[in-house]
């Protein structure tokens, strides 16, 4: 059922077997398995999640290459509504341990200024990250490339880069190291700083010893049309050619409100076992909030876990369903 402020007092007095945190792919994974399994299941989407951004999917089996991940998405919402699950675009900001549930605090629309209280017992995490993007004056010049030829994962778009004149966009000095990598698919890099920090001499001369140029100026503007870049113009006037660029300036993880419950991290990704369990044990994460690769074949086989994980333990623990007409004793007369 598609919920909203319209309709959300028909489930505040319920208590969802599990309440999915994220509808973007690993958070539409689970739902949908956790609704296939008859459980109660609610997905609280805030929008504008990460794989919006995706134009194409091309590395993800079974559909066309040109699929956007905004078609996915909406196509995923609907298959889960329609197997049962509840689907709120909503905000969640606190989620509290009352011991055989979870108090999950939403808030909902604009007006929502107190925030709507719902229940569950199991929550899976699936809200994900977002990339940091260059900032700058007009944001809609990043917004025009940022997805078709600005990349913000190697893993996902090298191919897409083979043998042409990037761009690494690299938002700390560590970040440069992302240059040795990147040149597996190109060695036509040109490595950016956008004027927020200083290089170390040392890694200026690893930078010449591989022949990739240094560019320390901020980014003024993405030059292109329609969608394609050709180059990168930087505040002194610059003009570096590309035709394609790597974005690596970290993430913001949205997981905010996990942070009053303890749970296990390692950097900023949560520990979990090998069924997406975190370590409390009602508490599953899924996709780029946890360790491993950040794909969407990942989290959709996340969901999956997370959610058959959550079935089998109510499974156990509910009473087996018997034919009962057939019971010694109990047929009709």
């Given at each position: 059922m598609k919920l909203s402020s319209k309709n959300l007092e028909t489930r505040l007095d319920t208590v969802y077997d599990a309440i999915v945190v994220g509808g973007g792919m690993g958070g539409l994974s689970a739902a949908i398995y956790l609704a296939r399994y008859g459980l109660k299941c609610l997905i609280v989407e805030k929008g504008k999640g990460r794989s919006m951004w995706m134009q194409d999917t091309r590395n993800y089996l079974g559909i066309d290459p040109t699929t956007p991940g905004r078609d996915i998405i909406k196509h995923g919402t609907n298959q889960a509504i329609e197997w049962g699950a509840d689907h709120l675009r909503g905000f969640v900001e606190e989620v509290t341990d009352e011991g055989d549930t979870f108090a999950v605090k939403v808030k909902v629309g604009r007006k929502d200024e107190v925030g709507t209280v719902l229940r569950t017992k199991y929550l899976v995490a699936a809200s994900g990250i977002i990339d940091v993007l260059p900032q700058l004056e007009d944001m809609q010049n990043v917004f025009d490339y940022a997805g078709y030829t600005l990349h913000v994962c190697m893993i996902?778009?090298?191919?897409?880069?083979?043998?042409?004149?990037?761009?690494?966009?690299?938002?700390?000095?560590?970040?440069?190291?992302?240059a040795f990598v990147l040149n597996w698919f190109t060695p036509y890099i040109s490595v950016l700083t956008h004027g927020l920090y200083e290089v170390s001499d040392e890694m200026k001369q690893k930078l010449a010893d591989h022949g990739y140029p240094l560019y320390e100026q901020p980014i003024a503007k993405f030059h292109g049309e329609k969608h394609k870049m050709s180059g990168v113009e930087l505040a002194d006037g610059t003009?570096?050619?590309?035709?394609?660029?790597?974005?690596?300036?970290?993430?913001?993880?949205?997981?905010?409100?996990?942070?009053?419950?303890?749970?296990?991290?390692?950097?900023?990704?949560?520990?979990?076992?090998?069924?997406?369990?975190?370590?409390?044990?009602?508490?599953?994460?899924l996709g780029d909030l946890k360790q491993g690769l950040n794909q969407v074949s990942i989290a959709v086989a996340d969901g999956t876990l997370a959610a058959?994980?959550?079935?089998?333990?109510?499974?156990?623990?509910?009473?087996?369903?018997?034919?009962?007409?057939?019971?010694?004793?109990?047929?009709?007369?």
């Open positions: 996902c778009d090298g191919f897409d880069m083979w043998d042409q004149k990037a761009v690494l966009v690299a938002g700390s000095p560590g970040q440069i190291n992302a003009m570096v050619e590309a035709t394609t660029g790597l974005v690596g300036m970290g993430s913001i993880y949205h997981n905010d409100y996990l942070k009053g419950i303890k749970l296990e991290y390692e950097g900023k990704n949560l520990v979990t076992n090998n069924m997406c369990q975190t370590s409390h044990e009602r508490i599953f994460a058959t994980q959550i079935w089998r333990t109510i499974r156990r623990a509910a009473p087996p369903r018997k034919w009962e007409e057939n019971l010694v004793g109990t047929a009709p007369q």
